[in-house]
């Protein structure tokens, strides 16, 4: 039987790794907008807007794609979960776009552009 285990750590960054960070999260931050003003809800959909992306925003070539597509499928599972509740009778809006507090919403997988 696998078990598995998380573990929480606390970062004491230097100025340079607390820009890497800061930098990671305003990509982030930069897509999870574009795809909610865009009104996108399909994960392949948005996963082929970022090849287009990185060519309109050169930066975002700086941040590796499993990154930059952990959001869209971020985005892609929230309309879902809203259609759900939808259709369980609740009244909900839609989302918000975020901005630019470090919430939850930031959920950093193991790649970062170190």
């Known amino acids: 039987m696998y078990k598995q285990v998380n573990y929480k750590y606390r970062l004491y960054p230097n100025k340079l790794d607390e820009q890497r960070l800061e930098s990671n999260l305003e990509a982030r931050r930069f897509l999870y907008n574009h795809f909610i003003e865009n009104g996108y809800t399909n994960e392949f959909e948005m996963n082929m807007l970022i090849t287009e992306l990185k060519e309109v925003y050169p930066e ?4 590796y794609s499993k990154m ?9 599972s929230v309309y879902k979960a809203l259609k759900t509740l939808r259709k369980e009778g609740y009244k909900v809006g839609n989302p918000k776009k975020d901005k630019g507090s470090i919430t939850p919403l930031h959920i950093i997988n193991q790649d970062l552009n170190w």
């Open 68 to 76: 930059l597509q952990m959001v869209s499928k971020q985005v892609s």
């Open 60 to 63: 975002l070539n700086n941040y």
